[in-house]
């Protein structure tokens, strides 16, 4: 397994200069692709969508990294919304979509087969359809049709003054108009006004983790020093939080090549602290180890519980989040924790997915990996044509 270069880590003008693709000012531009999003719904008229009855129901296709859009969108509408949400990768549409429906699309590109393909036979059935995408692509096409909302992505922040290179880094360009969308149907909570507070959230998180901050301040390169070397499980402490797991895991894997997984409590108790006692979690390294007898130590479990504020967890679900980090400790599993501050809900779910995506980026690059560019991935693409 590849060390950690906490050299590089400490260094902000090397990491910058390593970071070819760009990942980490993707990452700290979040908050203006929100602030730029929000006036390109403006634009695209999402704000009309009031005048017409709430949805029956919600159909959400989101594809790769963009299905995060998905996962917020639930996290954040809850387990009380007034309507069903339902998540589709990819074909075929349920067969009781029809006009009393709402299907929202949403693409980077605009050209991933199962949004698109999903958006034009809700279209077809009379359902109203909200896309996200690229201008001048097959899914803005579907969107720009009587009756549809078409909304173009955020450009973001880049060096080279493009576009983000991946919904990966995109996610608030994506999102954010949804949000709104669903904010119009009172499906959820999220105006403009709640969003400019979303948008300072991921500044100020941007700001405490920047290359240039000192590692021993800097919260989301301590989290990539923890990481260092570990195979995470990812434990949301509730409903809202689990969209942030689920985020995190898929960009250890995507951007840090690390294998990780990722479950919510109350529901994933059990099977997380299972893998206690299993091979990755078996006591803690013997410090009198020698490496050249012994051999070098395998990787070992680490155990990443993500929090939300205080005042927003029962008791009753904080008392079983203690009782897994307890277990996890007396078995000799290392814990990392990232508390979300006190806000509204989409503030603390946008800073726990920062932290997390920022420290998925250090670790990538202080382990010699190009967080940008997967060559696996990048050949599965080849294969399949």
Known sequence: MTALDETLLADGDALAAADVGGVLRALASAGAQVREA???????????????????????????????????????????????????????????????????????????????????????????????AGEGSPLAEV?????????????????????????????????????????????????PADLAGV????????????????????PAK????????????????????????????????RTARVPAVSGALPDDA????????????????DVFADPFLDGPSGPRQRLVVLRDAFAAVRDEDRRLADAVTQTASDAGVRTSEVVADDGTPPQRLAQLIARTDFAAAYLA??????????????DLKDRLG
Do not use: Y
């Not at 948008?199 to 800097?218: C, G, I, K, M, Y």
């Not at 301590?222 to 960009?251: C, F, H, K, Q």
């Open 365 to 378: 690059l202080a382990s010699g990996t190009d967080p940008a560019v997967s060559p696996q991935v990048a």
């Open 199 to 218: 948008a300072d959230r991921l500044d100020a998180e941007a700001e405490a983790s920047r290359p240039w901050t000192e590692t021993f301040v800097n």
């Open 222 to 253: 301590n989290l990539a020093l923890e990481l260092s070397g570990a195979v995470p499980v990812v434990l949301a402490d509730g409903d809202l939080t689990a969209a942030a797991a689920r985020r995190a895991a898929s960009m250890l894997a």
């Open 270 to 285: 059990s099977e997380v602290v299972a893998t206690f006692g299993g091979p990755f979690a078996a006591g803690v390294d």
């Open 38 to 132: 929000v006036d390109l719904s403006a634009e695209a008229g999402v704000a009309r969508l009031a005048d017409d009855d709430r949805p029956r129901a919600v159909v959400v296709a989101a594809l790769a990294g963009s299905s995060a859009v998905a996962d917020v969108l639930i996290a954040l509408a809850g387990r009380g919304c007034p309507v069903p949400v339902v998540v589709r990768h990819g074909g075929p549409l349920p067969s009781w979509v029809g006009p009393l429906d709402l299907v929202v699309a949403v693409s980077l590109s605009g050209r991933a087969p199962g949004p698109v393909a999903l958006a034009v036979e809700a279209s077809r059935r009379g359902a109203r359809v909200v896309t996200v």
């Open 143 to 191: 969107g720009a049709r009587p009756g549809n909302v078409q909304v173009r992505p955020a450009r973001g922040v880049r060096a080279d003054g493009g576009d983000p290179r991946s919904s990966r880094v995109a996610l608030w360009s994506l999102l954010t108009p949804v949000l709104l969308a669903c904010d119009a149907m009172t499906l959820l909570k999220a105006s």
